[in-house]
Antibody
Framework: EVQLVQSGAEVKKPGESLKISCQGS????????IGWVRQMPGKGLEWMGI????????RYSPSFQGHVTISADKSITTAYLQWRSLQASDTAMYYC?????????????WGQGTLVTVSS | DIQMTQSPSSLSASVGDRVTITCRAS??????LGWYQQKPGKAPERLIY???SLQSGVPSRFSGNRSGTEFTLTISSLQPEDFATYYC?????????FGQGTKVEIK
């Protein structure tokens, strides 16, 4: 059974760093892209970027590039989303999802989400 | 960036109604679009991929269509479990972009 299990909720102060995780299981982790999606409180979904764990090839949305880092450790089948310096505007739910190609790309399995709260 | 204009932003409908949600792309994206359903407090779930292919296990009352740069998600007969927010996502070119979402509420 394919599963993506994300790390737990975080409460941080502005300026602090953070790394959240997404562990995949039940499939060949290095053969599928993993994506990250942001959902700010009461708002819609935003595509942040994707990574191919096999070779760490990464694509970012310009809206997020330079503010977050997407990485992966294939030895422990885990993808990461990292901030060096959090801002209050980073308060959101973050989802990871697996990308499948079948006549076109789509996110076929999703993590449960990680709620990040940034507040002084 | 490709802009996805989704409409309406919300709608009220009754059980049994036919519902249509539209996403219009700012440029041609072929069939590179999917539809997702999100219920409150839950992660999104895939409904449709490649514009019109139904995800396995999704009821056949859901369908997707494309006409040029306009994409539609239709629910032929709305059921109680369909009240949710729906999003389109284009994956034709980076950055991929979601529509703004359509909240389907009970009338």
């Amino acid at each position: 059974e394919v599963q993506l299990v994300q790390s737990g909720a975080e409460v941080k102060k502005p300026g602090e760093s953070l790394k959240i995780s997404c562990q995949g299981s039940g499939y060949s982790f290095t053969s599928y892209w993993i994506g990250w999606v942001r959902q700010m409180p009461g708002k819609g979904l935003e595509w942040m970027g994707i990574i191919f764990p096999g070779d760490s090839d990464t694509r970012y949305s310009p809206s997020f590039q330079g503010h977050v880092t997407i990485s992966a450790d294939k030895s422990i089948t885990t993808a990461y989303l990292q901030w060096r310096s959090l801002q209050a505007s980073d308060t959101a739910m973050y989802y990871c999802a697996r990308l499948l190609y079948s006549s076109g790309w789509s996110f076929d399995y999703w993590g449960q989400g990680t709620l990040v709260t940034v507040s002084s | 960036d490709i802009q996805m204009t989704q409409s309406p932003s919300s709608l009220s409908a009754s059980v049994g109604d036919r519902v249509t949600i539209t996403c219009r792309a700012s440029q041609g994206i072929r069939n590179d679009l999917g539809w997702y359903q999100q219920k409150p407090g839950k992660a999104p779930e895939r409904l449709i991929y490649a514009a019109s292919s139904l995800q396995s296990g999704v009821p056949s009352r859901f369908s997707g269509n494309r006409s040029g740069t306009e994409f539609t998600l239709t629910i032929s007969s709305l059921q109680p479990e369909d009240f949710a927010t729906y999003y389109c996502l284009q994956h034709n070119s980076y950055p991929w972009t979601f529509g703004q979402g359509t909240k389907v509420e009970i009338k």
